[in-house]
């Protein structure tokens, strides 16, 4: 998926050259290099050996007389489908992408014309993805896109989106290009609860604007994804998404019951009044969020619940979980709210996440770099961000206040500002029934508060882009979180 201008993508793809590289893998790429050790006949081009490449002008060439399938091969190995150069076509045949495991698009595929697009993969957990450069562009919204054997509805703009979601709220949609508002919003633009998927085909919203002053509302560029909601491969780019008292807010939803992949979010979550739960992605998730990022600053008034990616995350998420999630914008709350550089209150399950913008919240509140206040999981996580709370609140390097559950192979390397409850210069505040494993703060010199497993910074070697495993006593440096 494409990132927002200048703010590149955070888990690395192979960037684009001029000259694309191949890595001999056993992988069908589509480049600008020759053609090679692919075999075309009958509109069928497949491997005969690896590195296996197909040229993009060869493959347009076809595309302007015949329908084209590109496969990838159908043996048990990984075989996949990377797209590393732009393609486009102009005339009405389609092109079919038949990947053994996974296809992944690094460049721009532009159907010029009425033709058809077609992906499929064969294996779990083989996907469609999006590099940072990668999207699909349809000109005609009368084109057919077909995945894994599901036939979507193309649109063009948000009205358009709204329109056939409300006619249908179980449908399939992919949406066909950038968008970009021409007005702002006085409410949600798709108030109809949606529990079908939504394919953004790695495009973007620009400028999503929604300004909502009436009170306990859900807030977001969908008011709610319902259970079976999928929503994933889409961008939102500077949106700035505001609400008010006892409303749920995020640039993608107020509340999310389904299931957010492969997206991301850039601009700004604000709140007024009193009371409400703000993300930079969803306000409140009670079911997944992952593979994605948010760059969004949050700024709530008293009494919230206030995090970089959700305000309150709840359970285990019916997609799958919450995984591979990054947030860097900075979390503001009033007095009396929890914030957190990921998540406002977590009583759910988070793996393999980051947070590094800096918290900040008022008296009698709870401050987390990762979350605010916490009974739930967290495994494989980190935050970098300052924290800071007023009066009679609690501060940690990773959630504010710990009810229970569990923090494992975790650290933090923000400072630790205000009021501070048990173990905050480590990790959690009021953290002391709760299980710690491998928990500890950067600049910890020694094994603090016996029994709680928390190995020297100097045994760990720390850095930020490291998950740590392995034995607690030697602090195993194993693999990376994931790329970035």
């Given at each position: 998926?494409?990132?927002?201008?200048?703010?590149?993508?955070?888990?690395?793809?192979?960037?684009?050259?001029?000259?694309?590289?191949?890595?001999?893998?056993?992988n069908?790429?589509?480049?600008?290099?020759?053609?090679?050790?692919?075999s075309?006949?009958?509109?069928?081009?497949?491997?005969?050996?690896?590195?296996?490449?197909?040229?993009?002008?060869?493959?347009?060439?076809?595309?302007?007389?015949?329908?084209?399938?590109?496969?990838?091969?159908?043996?048990?190995?990984?075989?996949?489908?990377?797209?590393?150069?732009?393609?486009?076509?102009?005339?009405?045949?389609?092109?079919?992408?038949?990947?053994?495991?996974?296809v992944?698009?690094?460049?721009?595929?532009?159907?010029?014309?009425?033709?058809?697009?077609?992906v499929?993969?064969?294996?779990?957990?083989?996907?469609?993805?999006?590099?940072?450069?990668?999207?699909?562009?349809?000109?005609?919204?009368?084109?057919?896109?077909?995945?894994?054997?599901?036939?979507?509805?193309?649109?063009?703009d948000?009205?358009?989106?709204?329109?056939?979601?409300?006619?249908?709220?179980?449908?399939?949609?992919?949406?066909?290009?950038?968008?970009?508002?021409?007005?702002?919003?006085?409410?949600?633009?798709?108030?109809?609860?949606?529990?079908?998927?939504?394919?953004?085909?790695?495009?973007?919203?620009?400028?999503?604007?929604?300004?909502?002053?009436?009170?306990?509302?859900?807030?977001?560029?969908?008011?709610?994804?319902?259970?079976?909601?999928?929503?994933?491969?889409?961008?939102?780019?500077?949106?700035?998404?505001?609400?008010?008292?006892?409303?749920?807010?995020?640039?993608?939803?107020?509340?999310?019951?389904?299931?957010?992949?492969?997206?991301?979010?850039?601009?700004?979550?604000?709140?007024?009044?009193?009371?409400?739960?703000?993300?930079?992605?969803?306000g409140?998730?009670?079911?997944?969020?992952?593979?994605?990022?948010?760059?969004?600053?949050?700024?709530?008034?008293?009494?919230?619940?206030?995090?970089?990616?959700?305000?309150?995350?709840?359970?285990?998420?019916?997609?799958g979980?919450?995984?591979?999630?990054?947030?860097?914008?900075?979390?503001?709350?009033?007095?009396?709210?929890s914030?957190?550089?990921?998540?406002?209150?977590n009583?759910?399950?988070?793996?393999?996440?980051?947070?590094?913008?800096?918290?900040?919240?008022?008296?009698?509140?709870?401050?987390?770099?990762?979350?605010?206040?916490?009974?739930?999981?967290?495994?494989?996580?980190?935050?970098?961000?300052?924290?800071?709370?007023?009066?009679?609140?609690?501060?940690g390097?990773?959630?504010?206040?710990?009810?229970?559950?569990?923090?494992?192979?975790?650290?933090?390397?923000?400072?630790?500002?205000?009021?501070?409850?048990?173990?905050?210069?480590?990790?959690?505040?009021?953290?002391?029934?709760?299980?710690?494993?491998?928990?500890?703060?950067?600049?910890?010199?020694?094994?603090?508060?016996?029994?709680?497993?928390?190995?020297?910074?100097?045994?760990?070697?720390?850095?930020?882009?490291?998950r740590?495993?392995?034995?607690?006593?030697?602090?195993?440096?194993?693999?990376?979180?994931?790329?970035?």
């Amino acid at each position: 998926m494409r990132a927002s201008k200048n703010l590149p993508m955070t888990w690395a793809l192979l960037p684009l050259f001029a000259a694309v590289a191949l890595p001999a893998q056993a992988n069908v790429f589509i480049s600008t290099q020759p053609t090679s050790n692919m075999s075309c006949s009958g509109g069928v081009c497949a491997p005969t050996a690896q590195p296996a490449n197909l040229n993009t002008t060869d493959l347009a060439h076809m595309l302007a007389s015949s329908d084209v399938t590109v496969m990838s091969g159908n043996d048990t190995s990984r075989r996949d489908i990377v797209v590393k150069s732009a393609l486009g076509w102009a005339s009405s045949h389609r092109l079919t992408l038949d990947a053994n495991y996974a296809v992944t698009i690094d460049a721009p595929i532009v159907v010029h014309g009425p033709g058809s697009l077609t992906v499929t993969r064969h294996r779990f957990p083989g996907d469609l993805t999006f590099g940072p450069g990668g999207h699909v562009a349809f000109w005609d919204l009368s084109s057919s896109f077909v995945l894994n054997g599901v036939a979507f509805t193309l649109v063009g703009d948000i009205g358009g989106l709204t329109s056939a979601i409300a006619a249908n709220s179980a449908g399939n949609f992919a949406l066909a290009g950038d968008v970009k508002p021409t007005a702002p919003y006085t409410a949600s633009p798709i108030p109809t609860t949606f529990t079908g998927v939504l394919e953004g085909l790695g495009n973007r919203i620009l400028y999503l604007r929604i300004s909502d002053t009436a009170a306990n509302q859900h807030d977001g560029l969908f008011a709610t994804i319902g259970v079976y909601g999928i929503v994933r491969d889409l961008g939102l780019v500077n949106a700035k998404v505001q609400g008010t008292s006892g409303s749920r807010i995020g640039t993608f939803a107020g509340e999310n019951d389904g299931a957010i992949l492969q997206s991301y979010a850039t601009g700004m979550v604000l709140h007024t009044g009193s009371g409400g739960y703000l993300g930079g992605m969803v306000g409140w998730s009670m079911g997944s969020i992952s593979n994605s990022y948010s760059e969004a600053s949050v700024r709530g008034q008293q009494n919230v619940s206030a995090g970089g990616i959700a305000g309150a995350v709840s359970c285990c998420g019916s997609g799958g979980g919450n995984r591979m999630l990054r947030a860097s914008g900075d979390v503001t709350a009033g007095n009396g709210s929890s914030a957190g550089g990921l998540v406002g209150t977590n009583t759910g399950v988070i793996g393999s996440a980051q947070a590094s913008g800096n918290v900040t919240a008022g008296s009698a509140s709870f401050a987390g770099g990762l979350i605010g206040q916490g009974s739930g999981s967290i495994v494989g996580v980190f935050a970098t961000g300052a924290v800071k709370v007023g009066n009679l609140g609690k501060a940690g390097g990773l959630q504010g206040r710990f009810d229970g559950g569990s923090e494992t192979d975790s650290y933090a390397t923000g400072s630790v500002t205000g009021a501070q409850g048990r173990c905050s210069e480590a990790c959690s505040a009021n953290a002391a029934t709760a299980p710690l494993t491998r928990c500890i703060m950067a600049m910890e010199s020694a094994p603090s508060a016996a029994g709680r497993n928390r190995p020297s910074a100097a045994s760990w070697a720390m850095t930020t882009d490291w998950r740590k495993t392995g034995s607690t006593s030697t602090g195993t440096r194993t693999r990376p979180v994931w790329a970035i």
